[in-house]
């Protein structure tokens, strides 16, 4: 961090977790769906793969969360109505 299109990789790459332990209505709204759109923004210039002590293929990982973020709203938004 910081990401210089500021956007919380931390809480993008926290996001599978969350999904098991957070309610649908804090998830999916307010700061996490800020984020989650920001990621959308992503220009995938690899900074934070080279900074990573893990060696995370970050850039595919962030898209796949974001789709896994989307395809979860959906689900949820689904069985509120």
Not at 47 to 63: D, K, Q, S, W
Not at 65 to 81: D, G, N, P, V
Request: charged share 25%.
């Amino acid at each position: 961090q910081p990401c210089k299109e500021h956007i919380s990789i931390t809480q993008i790459m926290t996001f599978p977790s969350s999904l098991k332990r957070m309610p649908g209505n804090r998830l999916f709204s307010g700061n996490w769906s800020e984020d989650m759109a920001k990621a959308a923004q992503c220009t995938k210039c690899g900074e934070f793969e080279a900074r990573c002590p893990y060696n995370l293929p970050i850039r595919e990982m962030l898209v796949e969360h974001r789709e896994m973020y989307e395809a979860a709203k959906a689900r949820h938004l689904a069985s509120t109505r």
